[in-house]
T-cell receptor
Framework: AQTVTQSQPEMSVQEAETVTLSCTYDTSESDYYLFWYKQPPSRQMILVIRQEAYKQQNATENRFSVNFQKAAKSFSLKISDSQLGDAAMYFCAYRSPYTGANSKLTFGKGITLSVRP | GAGVSQSPRYKVTKRGQDVALRCDPISGHVSLYWYRQALGQGPEFLTYFNYEAQQDKSGLPNDRFSAERPEGSISTLTIQRTEQRDSAMYRC???????????FGSGTQLSVL
């Protein structure tokens, strides 16, 4: 079974600075998807960024980028030019590429990010 | 609909009562998932459907929990004889068949008194 670990429960960043959120995972599969989801105080689940394991290039979405290290099974999220609206809980998640019983998302416990003005 | 719709938004019930939580997925989305999220924790998988077929119910904690999707669209998660430990946010998500992106609803916050 796949597991996702987010070992930092909380982080803080100064507005306009850069912060990196860590995530590691364990799997025996060679192909899979990785995601970062944002959960603001409203408790919506918002997809921030995704990465296909077969792609070597790190995904980027505006101020958000990932550092995907497949051999190390590491998937960190970098937020550049942090904004007050980035304050939220962030979840790392893993998904097998296959349909059927293995297609569920497995989430980490999350990290709470606060942004200091 | 434009997004995944869940109802009710909030549900307060007394211990021992049954509750039914509804999920209306995005039109055309074949796959539907139920998750449970305790405060300060990550979502925990409960069960999953493709069309009307329940593909995986390994996450249902015990036999008080059940889910159905009889016509392959709307799904209902039922909790019988609720207990205080059932209190949590229950989230539904949907996706295209084999689609890697899951779209989440706003959730139902269940409180069992």
């Amino acid at each position: 079974a796949q597991t996702v670990t987010q070992s930092q429960p909380e982080m803080s960043v100064q507005e306009a600075e850069t912060v990196t959120l860590s995530c590691t995972y364990d799997t025996s599969e060679s192909d899979y998807y990785l995601f970062w989801y944002k959960q603001p105080p409203s408790r919506q689940m918002i997809l921030v960024i995704r990465q296909e394991a077969y792609k070597q290039q790190n995904a980027t979405e505006n101020r958000f980028s990932v550092n995907f290290q497949k051999a190390a099974k590491s998937f960190s999220l970098k937020i550049s030019d942090s904004q007050l609206g980035d304050a939220a809980m962030y979840f790392c998640a893993y998904r097998s590429p296959y349909t059927g019983a293995n297609s569920k998302l497995t989430f980490g416990k999350g990290i709470t990010l606060s942004v200091r003005p | 609909g434009a997004g995944v719709s869940q109802s009710p938004r909030y549900k307060v019930t007394k211990r021992g009562q049954d509750v039914a939580l509804r999920c209306d997925p995005i039109s055309g989305h074949v796959s539907l998932y139920w998750y449970r999220q305790a405060l300060g924790q990550g979502p925990e998988f409960l069960t999953y459907f493709n069309y009307e077929a329940q593909q995986d119910k390994s996450g249902l904690p015990n036999d008080r929990f059940s889910a159905e999707r009889p016509e392959g669209s709307i799904s209902t998660l039922t909790i019988q004889r609720t207990e205080q430990r059932d209190s949590a946010m229950y989230r539904c998500a949907s996706s295209l068949m084999g689609g890697e992106k899951l779209f989440f609803g706003s959730g139902t916050q269940l409180s069992v008194l």
